[in-house]
Each structure stands twice: as C-alpha cells, then as structure tokens.
C-alpha cells in the first residue's frame, strides 16, 4: 500500500466532517480531526487545521446559523456538485444515475437527505472507494468553483474546500478554462423536477 492510500482516507474523512452541517456529532469530532492531521502532508493538513479552528472558535449557534445561510441560500456555495456544470437542467438527472450507481456499486445506500453529488457524501465514499476519488476528480470544475466562492465570500469553509483540492491532481487546462467561463456565466437554467435521491447515510450529518 503507497503512502496516498494511507492518508487519504482520513483526509476524506475529516473534509467530510468540516463540510457537513456542524451538530453535535461533527463538533464532538473536532479533536480526533485535529488529532489525524500530524499523520497528513502539510498541504492538506494545513488548511484542515485552519478549517477545524475555525470550527472551534466559532459558537455553535453563530455556526450553524452561517452555515445554513452560506449554503441554502447561495446558488455559488452549492455542495452539491453536479449543479455547477449541469444546473437544473434534465442533463443533471442523468448525471446524478451515475452518482447513485458509485454508491450502489461500493455497497453503500442512498437514504432521504441529499443528493448523490453532494460533496461530503462523495469525501465518505472516496474515504472507502475508488470511485469517490474518480468522481470528485470528473467534477473538478464544481469543487474548484465552489472553492472560489467561498473564498470571495470569506468563509472558514475554504479551508476544508482547499484541502480537497490538494488531495486530487492538479487541475487540468481545459477543467480551469470550464471554471473561468461557468464563474462568468453560472450554471445552465432549465427548470425541472428531479427524482427523488436520498443523502448517503455514511456518517450519520445533518438530517
């Protein structure tokens, strides 16, 4: 087993936690997070640990509040990453059939809560399957723009976001030309309904 197959599950893991709506679970976590980032590279355990400050220095209510406005409310902060290079277009449905089927294939169920694309289900699933790191490396350019705005917004999430950059291969030329036209553009419109997915319930988050 190389070095990355060592760490990178935890990494995954603590991304994940740092990302989900902050409860009791996930701050009762935050000193086994700050614990595991000795074992990781500096350029992933450096901002896991500004994002686990952050956490920690923040009250719980200011936290949780931020949280829902940061990421209900604001179209660019989405977590779910699929949104950013499809919107809500019928193309998007499709795209969240192959979600669902990594999930499926690595034997974990989808449950009521969030859609296949959203980014700590993802981390969960990369923490444990292959399949999670190729689909967050597919949607670079989702992550890289949610990174971006919550960094123009002044979030202590960044730091979480950045640490999952630094876990995949550098972006490619033609993932950050897609990044610099959908930041001009946004993502495609066309309203329709989604079939119902449920959150991946690999760490018991917000419900």
């Not at 500004?50 to 409310?73: C, I, M, N, W």
């Not at 974990?108 to 981390?123: H, K, M, Q, W, Y």
């Not at 309203?191 to 991946?200: A, F, I, N, S, T």
Request: charged share 25%; net charge neutral; hydrophobic share 45%.
């Amino acid at each position: 087993m190389n070095s990355a197959q060592t760490w990178r599950p935890v990494a995954a893991r603590a991304a994940s936690l740092l990302l989900r709506y902050p409860d009791d679970e996930v701050l009762a976590a935050l000193p086994i997070i700050r614990a595991a980032l000795g074992a990781l590279p500096g350029a992933v355990a450096t901002p896991l640990r500004k994002a686990t400050a952050h956490h920690e220095s923040t009250a719980p209510a200011d936290l949780r509040a931020a949280y829902v406005q940061l990421f209900d409310f604001r179209r660019r902060c989405c977590l779910h990453l699929s949104y950013y290079t499809c919107g809500d277009t019928r193309r998007r449905g499709k795209a969240l059939v192959g979600f669902a089927a990594a999930y499926k294939a690595a034997g974990l169920e989808v449950v009521d809560g969030e859609l296949p694309d959203f980014l700590p289900a993802l981390l969960d699933l990369a923490a444990t399957d292959d399949a999670g790191w190729r689909l967050l490396h597919d949607n670079r350019v989702g992550l890289d723009l949610l990174t971006e705005s919550l960094d123009s917004a002044g979030s202590g999430y960044r730091y979480a976001a950045e640490a999952v950059q630094a876990m995949l291969p550098a972006a490619r030329t033609t993932d950050r030309a897609a990044t610099v036209h959908l930041a001009r553009t946004g993502p495609p419109v066309e309203q329709v309904g989604l079939e119902p997915y449920g959150r991946v319930d690999t760490t018991g988050g917000r419900r």
